[in-house]
């Protein structure tokens, strides 16, 4: 099966290290949505989409990819989310949930999501020198290759 992971990661390179790490497990090409063709997702059997989190949102230019992508004709596609950020993702208004509704939307299957800490320097953390200085760590990678198996163990990307 074929993979590809959209990615958006331009503070620090948080959600590339994630991305990464899913890439290898998932054996998958971890591109920038502005290099990779809206057409070229048809193809793949799974796509990941990800990207650091900015005020409570995915980046822009990744929030632009997906609304772009078209309504989905004939089976569901296969779909995961992931993000980084300096605060943890809150349960009563997800950040990944508006990205996940317009995936659905544009008939892909959402099977999961994942989320994980980043090094911060956002305007108020920045005072201070950011937070969350060592992450993405050892642990967050360890989970994101956890995440990726399990997706591959569900879809069947494995090689």
């Known amino acids: ?68 992508l078209p309504q989905g004709r004939g089976p569901r596609r296969r779909a995961f989310v992931f993000a980084t950020s300096g605060l943890p993702e809150p349960r009563f208004q997800p950040f990944t949930r508006p990205v996940v509704r317009v995936l659905e939307q544009k008939g892909f299957e959402v099977g999961d999501t994942f989320a994980c800490r980043g090094f911060d320097t956002w305007a108020p953390f920045k005072l201070v020198g950011g937070i969350n200085k060592t992450r993405p760590d050892a642990d967050d990678l360890t989970a994101a290759r956890a995440f990726a198996e399990g997706l591959r163990a569900r879809t069947g990307t494995a090689s």
Do not use: W, Y
């Not at 099966?1 to 054996?27: F, P």
């Not at 809206?38 to 230019?61: R, T, Y």
């Open 1 to 68: 099966m074929k993979a590809v992971i959209v990615c958006t990661s331009v503070s620090h390179g948080n959600t590339r290290r994630i991305a990464d790490v899913m890439g290898q497990v998932l054996e998958a090409r971890v591109v920038d949505p502005e290099r990779i063709g809206v057409e070229e997702l048809a193809d793949c059997d799974l796509v990941g989409f990800g990207s650091g989190i900015f005020s409570m949102k995915f980046h822009p230019q990744l929030r632009r990819f997906v609304r772009s």
